[in-house]
């Protein structure tokens, strides 16, 4: 297939580009590689993409409409994985309009390029922060998320609402992915086990908010990719039990469908450090935190309509996946067994 892949740059796309163009897939892959973070981060996981030549990228802002109308005309893919997001739920809260221009026009943007070119399945990132102030566990794509708690959330509550309205409008099949903490080599440097590894290695002390008493769904990035393209290669169908007397917020009389996609096993954060220290040698100086205005205490994945639709499985252990973060990031930062 031809498939676009849209923040082709960033930490999921890159992995989910490699993995599709091993298979045979031609990808086209766009970002605009903002400054976010480290932009020479991104230019090296392009530079590993570029090795494959069914790989075309193109420099480009979603937010752009004329731009995206232009790319969809001129490329003619069947299939698009939607990842180009601005991220961060902390950002969100000193930079609003970032998430406007990028999460809700960028978006609209490209469910018009689906619509007006017979895209066959849009699959786009949604984000286990739209659970907002829910507290049951696990969380489920059949239970109500009407309660963001950061902007950030808000914007990932939206492109699902709007990927229904086109579902509905106009047959376009859409498939939102809640993802839960993605971790794991060539990782996002805002996000906690990069800035753990860092600041440890360094002798920095590490923020650790909620005092250490969050429990988050941490999730392998070979795992992630493996469901993504479960997703991709299956496109949405319609829900002939759905009823409008008790509607479910996972499926549709539309061709729309919600998936969790997780490791469906909480970890303590405090846990999550210890194993980091012995992987690095080396013990974290710990400065413990209230909870942050955005953050949620706990997310924890009920994965179970992608198994049984998909048959997701993850299988990487915490141990070897933080391993294998620390292997890559003293590779990829010349660090070696001694610290400066």
């Known amino acids: 297939?031809?498939?676009?892949?849209?923040?082709?740059?960033?930490?999921?796309?890159?992995?989910?580009?490699?993995?599709?163009?091993?298979?045979?897939?031609?990808?086209?892959?766009?970002?605009?590689?903002?400054?976010?973070?480290?932009?020479?981060?991104?230019?090296?996981r392009l530079k590993r993409l570029n090795n494959y030549h069914r790989f075309n990228f193109l420099k480009l802002e979603i937010a752009d409409k004329q731009a995206v109308e232009a790319l969809f005309a001129r490329e003619k893919?069947?299939?698009?994985?939607?990842?180009?997001?601005?991220?961060?739920?902390?950002?969100?809260?000193?930079?609003?309009?970032?998430y406007v221009d990028s999460n809700l026009v960028g978006f609209i943007n490209i469910l018009e390029g689906c619509r007006h070119n017979g895209i066959e399945h849009l699959a786009y990132a949604s984000s286990s922060s739209v659970y907002g102030a829910n507290t049951k566990m696990p969380f489920s794509i059949h239970d109500n998320v009407d309660h963001p708690v950061s902007l950030y959330a808000a914007s990932k509550k939206a492109n699902e609402l709007m990927a229904h309205t086109?579902?509905?409008?106009?047959?376009?099949?859409?498939?939102?992915?809640?993802?839960?903490?993605?971790?794991g080599p060539w990782g996002r440097p805002d996000m906690s086990l990069f800035m753990f590894t860092r600041n440890i290695l360094k002798g920095k002390p590490i923020d650790v908010f909620n005092y250490g008493n969050h429990r988050r769904d941490f999730t392998y990035i070979d795992d992630?990719?493996?469901?993504?393209?479960?997703?991709?290669?299956?496109?949405?169908?319609i829900n002939r039990h759905?009823?409008?007397?008790?509607?479910?917020?996972?499926?549709?009389?539309?061709?729309?469908?919600l998936y969790n996609?997780?490791?469906?096993?909480?970890?303590?954060?405090?846990?999550?450090?210890?194993?980091?220290?012995?992987?690095?040698?080396?013990?974290a100086i710990k400065n413990l935190l209230p909870l942050q205005p955005g953050d949620v205490p706990d997310t924890y994945a009920d994965v179970s309509d992608l198994v049984n639709d998909l048959g997701y499985k993850p299988t990487t252990l915490l141990e070897t996946g933080i391993s294998n973060f620390v292997e890559w990031y003293r590779?990829?930062?010349?660090?070696?067994?001694?610290?400066?």
Request: hydrophobic content about 40%.
């Open 77 to 98: 893919v069947q299939r698009v994985m939607h990842l180009a997001a601005q991220a961060g739920v902390r950002y969100s809260l000193t930079h609003p309009h970032t």
């Open 331 to 340: 590779n990829f930062y010349k660090i070696g067994d001694h610290y400066a």
């Open 1 to 44: 297939m031809k498939i676009l892949v849209t923040g082709a740059a960033g930490f999921i796309g890159a992995a989910l580009s490699i993995r599709l163009l091993e298979r045979g897939d031609e990808v086209v892959g766009i970002d605009n590689l903002n400054d976010y973070y480290d932009v020479n981060l991104k230019l090296a």
């Open 242 to 257: 759905w009823s409008g007397k008790s509607p479910d917020s996972g499926t549709s009389r539309a061709p729309y469908r």
């Open 166 to 183: 086109y579902s509905h409008l106009y047959n376009l099949p859409t498939t939102g992915l809640r993802f839960f903490t993605v971790y």
């Open 224 to 237: 992630i990719v493996e469901g993504v393209i479960r997703v991709i290669d299956k496109p949405a169908r």
């Open 261 to 283: 996609i997780g490791n469906n096993n909480p970890v303590h954060l405090l846990t999550f450090i210890e194993i980091l220290e012995k992987c690095l040698g080396k013990e």
